[in-house]
C-alpha cells in the first residue's frame, strides 16, 4: 500500500470512527437489529452427522459405491454379535436369542431381507446333494430343542463353510447378525429400533451382546456433535479469565467476550438461514470464532488503554486506537476469513460448510470490532488511570528484547531455532499416512467396543465390494467371470487382514459340489456355461429365487464380491484396495465385464486421501494468500516474506510432533495444520505494524524493538493464549478427533506466536529490509501505515 493511499484509508477511517463515537446508541442499535435478524431461527439449527457430505463425490470408490448401494445396499448395515458368558453359541438358550433377534429385526422397517445374516436367517441355507439332484434348505429353522438338533446344525453349517467365520466364529465362541437397511431409512431410527432389540436381549440372557455398525457411529457422532456445547461453555469462561489477566477490570473482560460471543452467534445465524446443519467438522467453527474474536478485541483494547494513558479523553482515545489499529486488524481478519473461505473450492462438502461459516464468523467479529467495541467503549465509564507495574510478562518481553537486539544472543537464538526445525523436519519423515473412523471414539464407546468384538472373533467386518458388470444378460454366468471372482477371492485371503470373502462364486461351487455327491474334486466352478445354469437351475427348484440377491441380480449382469477387513484403518484398506487392482490387471476380465471397487473401506480411503491431500495442498494456498495479502499491505514483497516465517516453523514442528510420537497424519491432523496457518498469520502481523510505527518515533531501532514487544508483544501473548484456550477446552469432549485439536492447536499457537516474537524479528535485525528499517536511515520523512496522528512534514486533516 503506498504513502498516498494509506493516507486516503486513515482519513476515510477517521471519519467513520468519528461518526460513530458521535453517534453509539444508533450503532448499537443497528448492532442489535441485525443481531436479532441473524439469530431468530438459530434456535432451529440441526445437527446432522451425514457421511456422503464427507465423501469427495467425483473420487471412483465413492461413484462405484454409490452404484453398488444403489444395487445391493451395504451403506447401512448394524452388526449384532453374541458372545455366551461361557463354552459355545452350540446351546439353546444362545440359538434361541439368535432366532428372536433375527425374526425381530426382519420385521424392522426399512430393513432389506435380502441382506438380513444369521445362523436363523431364512437366506442362509444348508446346500446337499440328493438322489434327484441338490436340495437347499434353512440352517436353522427352529429353535432346536435337545442335542441332536443343535449338532445337526452344527454339521450343516460345517458343510456351508461360506458361513464359518462370518455367521458364527470358527471356534463356535460368538455369532453375529448382520442387518441392512434402505438409504431412506433416518440413521437414529434404526439405531433406535435395534437398539431396542439388543437391550430386550441383554436383559433376558446371559449372553454378552455387542452392537456397531454405521447407524451406530453416526449416532454417537451425532450426540458427541451436540455435547461441544460443554467445550465451548468452558472455552468462554477461561478465555475470560485470561482477559482479565489482560486487563483487570469487568469491562476490559467482558467487552471482547460479548464481541466473540455476539460474532458466533452472527456465524450461526448466517448457518440457519442458509439452511446448513452442524456436524463434526463444523462444530468446532463456534470455538474458534470465539478465540479469534476475543484475540482481536485484546488488541485493538490494548491499543486504546495506551491511548487513553496517552490523552486522558475517551473519545479521542476510541478514536486514535482505531484508526491506528485498523489497517493492521482489518488485514489480519481478511487474511483469516480469507483462508478459510478458501476451503470453499474444497472437493467435499462439509469442509466448503466449515470453511464458509468459520470465515462468515471472523467477518462478523471484523465488523463488530468496527461498530460494536467503539460504540460501547465511547458510553462505557472510563478507565481508571494507574501505573501499571511491571509484571512477570512485561520482563519477559524485556529478556526477549534482550536476546533480539544482541548478537551473541541473537546468534544463540536463531541456532537453536535452525535446530528445533532441523529435528522437526528429520521428524516428520516418519509421519505414518493412516486414519481409522473408529479411533475417533472413545475407547469405551458402544459403537467401538462392537466392531473390535466384530474384529476379535470374526477378524472384521469393513467391507470392500469389488463390482462386476457385464454387458448382456447372464454374462456373469460364464466360468471365465467365476473363475475370476475365485480366483481373486483367493489372492485376498493370502493377504494380512481380510477376515472373509463372498460372491455367487462360492455359491456354484458349493451346488456342482453337491450336484456331485459333495465329492471334494467337484469343489470348484464348472467348466462350461450349460453346468453353471444347469447348477442354478437345480438350487432354484428347492430354494427360493431370491436367496442369491445379496449377490447377484435376477438377470445376472451385475454380482458383488463382498471383502471384509479386520479393521477401518487407511493402511490396511489401501494394501487390500492395492491387491485388487494388482490381480485385474495381471487377470483381465474377459471382454464384456467391468470390474469397479467400492465398499465402505475404500470411500473411507478416498475420504481421508482427498482429505489430507486437499488440507496440505490448502497450507500452501492459505500460506501464499498469506503472503499477497500481506506483502500489498506492507508495501512489500519481502516484507511478506518475514510473516511465513513463524507459520513454516508452525507447521513444520506440528509435522515433526506427528512423526516423532508416531501420531498418524490424517483428516484431523491434516485439518489442525492447516487451520493453525490461517490463525497464527496474525502474530507476524501485528508485530510489524507496530514496530513498523515504532521505528519512526524511537531513539534507536533497539527502542523500537523494547517498545513494540512491551505493547503488541504482551497482546500477542495474550491472543495466543486466548486461542489456545478456547481449543483447550476440547480436552473435555468425546471425540478424539476434537482432543486432538486441544493438543495440537495450542502447540501450533505456541509456536508461532514465540516465532514471531524472537525469530522474525531476529532476522530483521540481521537483514535490516529497507520496508521496515529505511525510515529510520532517513530515506522518507513519512509514517507508516496505520500511525495516528500527524506525519512528520505533514499536516493531516480529519
Known amino acids: 500500500m503506498t504513502h498516498e493511499a494509506d493516507t486516503r484509508f486513515r482519513r476515510g477511517l477517521r471519519a467513520y470512527v468519528c461518526a460513530v463515537v ?6 448499537l442499535l443497528l448492532v442489535a437489529l441485525a443481531t436479532a435478524a441473524l439469530s431468530v431461527r438459530v434456535g432451529t439449527l440441526r445437527v446432522r452427522v451425514d457421511v456422503d457430505s464427507s465423501l469427495p463425490q467425483e473420487q471412483a470408490y465413492v461413484r462405484a459405491d454409490t452404484k453398488i448401494r444403489a444395487l445391493f445396499g451395504g451403506r447401512k448395515v448394524v452388526a449384532i454379535t453374541l458372545v ?11 440359538l434361541g436369542t439368535i432366532a428372536r433377534l433375527t425374526e425381530a429385526a426382519d420385521r424392522i422397517p426399512g430393513v432389506i431381507h435380502a441382506n438380513v445374516l444369521s445362523l436363523a436367517s431364512p437366506k442362509v441355507k444348508d446346500i446337499r446333494g440328493t438322489a434327484d439332484g441338490i436340495e437347499a434348505r434353512r440352517i436353522m429353522a427352529d429353535v432346536p430343542e435337545d442335542p441332536a438338533a443343535i449338532e445337526a446344525i452344527r454339521a450343516a453349517l460345517a458343510r456351508n463353510e461360506i458361513y464359518v467365520d462370518s455367521i458364527v466364529s470358527a471356534r463356535g465362541d460368538a455369532a453375529a447378525i448382520y442387518l441392512d437397511f434402505q438409504e431412506t431409512v433416518d440413521n437414529e431410527e434404526i439405531f433406535s429400533a435395534v437398539r431396542t432389540l439388543v437391550d430386550a436381549a441383554r436383559a433376558r440372557g446371559a449372553d454378552a451382546v455387542y452392537l456397531t455398525g454405521m447407524p451406530s457411529y453416526i449416532h454417537y457422532f451425532t450426540q458427541f456433535t451436540r455435547e461441544t456445547v460443554g467445550p465451548f461453555g468452558v472455552a468462554v469462561v477461561v478465555i475470560m479469565a485470561i482477559l482479565y489477566l489482560a486487563f483487570p477490570s469487568a469491562q476490559g473482560t467482558l467487552l471482547p467476550v460479548a464481541t466473540a460471543l455476539l460474532s458466533t452467534l452472527w456465524g450461526l445465524g448466517l448457518m440457519t438461514l442458509a439452511g446448513a446443519t452442524m456436524d463434526g467438522w463444523n462444530s468446532i ?20 488503554y495506551e491511548e ?19 489497517v493492521v486488524m482489518l488485514t489480519a481478519g481478511l487474511i483469516a476469513a480469507a483462508s478459510f473461505a478458501s476451503l470453499v473450492a474444497f472437493g467435499i462438502a462439509t469442509i466448503r460448510v466449515f470453511g464458509l461459516f468459520t470465515a462468515a464468523g471472523i467477518a462478523s467479529a471484523l465488523v463488530l470490532e468496527m461498530t460494536f467495541i467503539p460504540a460501547c467503549r465511547v458510553l462505557l465509564p472510563a478507565p481508571g488511570r494507574r501505573a501499571e507495574r511491571p509484571g512477570v510478562l512485561d520482563r519477559l518481553m524485556a529478556a526477549t528484547a534482550d536476546v533480539v537486539v544482541t548478537p551473541r544472543r541473537r546468534r544463540v537464538l536463531l541456532t537453536s531455532a535452525a535446530l528445533v526445525f532441523v529435528a522437526a523436519a528429520w521428524a516428520s519423515q516418519r509421519i505414518v499416512v493412516n486414519n481409522s473412523i473408529r479411533s475417533y471414539l472413545p475407547p469405551g464407546n458402544e459403537a467401538r467396543v462392537g466392531s473390535d468384538a466384530v474384529e476379535r472373533y470374526f477378524g472384521g467386518a469393513v467391507p470392500v465390494y469389488v463390482l462386476f458388470e457385464g454387458d448382456a444378460e447372464g454374462a456373469l ?6 473363475e475370476l471372482m475365485a480366483g481373486l477371492q483367493a489372492h485376498l485371503a493370502a493377504v494380512p487382514g481380510v477376515s472373509k470373502t463372498q460372491s455367487i462364486a462360492d455359491m456354484v461351487r458349493l451346488i456342482y459340489r453337491a450336484l456331485n455327491g459333495d465329492d471334494p474334486a467337484y469343489d470348484r466352478i464348472p467348466s462350461t456355461r450349460r453346468q453353471v445354469a444347469q447348477c442354478l437351475l437345480l438350487y432354484s427348484i428347492s430354494g427360493e429365487p431370491d436367496d442369491f440377491e445379496r449377490l447377484v441380480n435376477p438377470t445376472y449382469t451385475r454380482a458383488l464380491l463382498r471383502g471384509f477387513l479386520a479393521n477401518d484403518q487407511t493402511q490396511l484398506v489401501s494394501r487390500v484396495v492395492n491387491a485388487i487392482d494388482a490381480y485385474l490387471a495381471t487377470h483381465p476380465p474377459p471382454a464384456g465385464i467391468h470390474a469397479e471397487i467400492g465398499g465402505g473401506g475404500p470411500t473411507m480411503l478416498a475420504m481421508n486421501e482427498a482429505m489430507i491431500h486437499g488440507k496440505l495442498l490448502n497450507i500452501l494456498q492459505v500460506g501464499g494468500l498469506i503472503y499477497a495479502i500481506s506483502g500489498l499491505i506492507l508495501g512489500s514483497a519481502v516484507g511478506g516474506l518475514y510473516v511465513l516465517v513463524p507459520l513454516v516453523l508452525a507447521v513444520v514442528v506440528n509435522f515433526g510432533v506427528l512423526g516423532a510420537f508416531g501420531i498418524w497424519l490424517n483428516m484431523s491432523t491434516a485439518t489442525i495444520s492447516a487451520m493453525a496457518v490461517g490463525i497464527g498469520a496474525d502474530y507476524a502481523i501485528y508485530l510489524l505494524y507496530r514496530l513498523r510505527e515504532e521505528l519512526t518515533r524511537a531513539a534507536t531501532p533497539e527502542a523500537a524493538l523494547r517498545r513494540t514487544l512491551a505493547t503488541s508483544g504482551k497482546a500477542i501473548v495474550f491472543v495466543a493464549a486466548a486461542i489456545s484456550a478456547g481449543y483447550a477446552s476440547l480436552v473435555f469432549a468425546s471425540l478424539e478427533f476434537d482432543r486432538m485439536i486441544a493438543r495440537l492447536v495450542p502447540l501450533t499457537m505456541l509456536v508461532s506466536a514465540t516465532g514471531a516474537l524472537t525469530v522474525m524479528p531476529a532476522l530483521l535485525f540481521i537483514f535490516r529490509p529497507t520496508f521496515l528499517f529505511r525510515r529510520v536511515a532517513g530515506e522518507a520523512t513519512v509514517a507508516p501505515m496505520g500511525v495516528p496522528g500527524v506525519v512528520p512534514g505533514t499536516k493531516e486533516v480529519a
Open 22 to 27: 458521535a453517534h453509539p446508541w444508533s450503532v
Open 84 to 94: 455366551p458368558a461361557s463354552g459355545t453359541i452350540w446351546n439353546q438358550e444362545t
Open 285 to 304: 467453527a463456534p470455538i474458534l470464532t470465539v478465540a479469534v474474536a476475543a484475540g482481536h478485541s485484546v488488541q485493538i483494547l490494548k491499543r486504546f
Open 308 to 326: 487513553y494513558e496517552r490523552l486522558g479523553d475517551v473519545r479521542a482515545a476510541v478514536v486514535e486506537s482505531t484508526v491506528s489499529m485498523g
Open 477 to 482: 454366468k460364464e466360468p471365465a467371470v467365476l
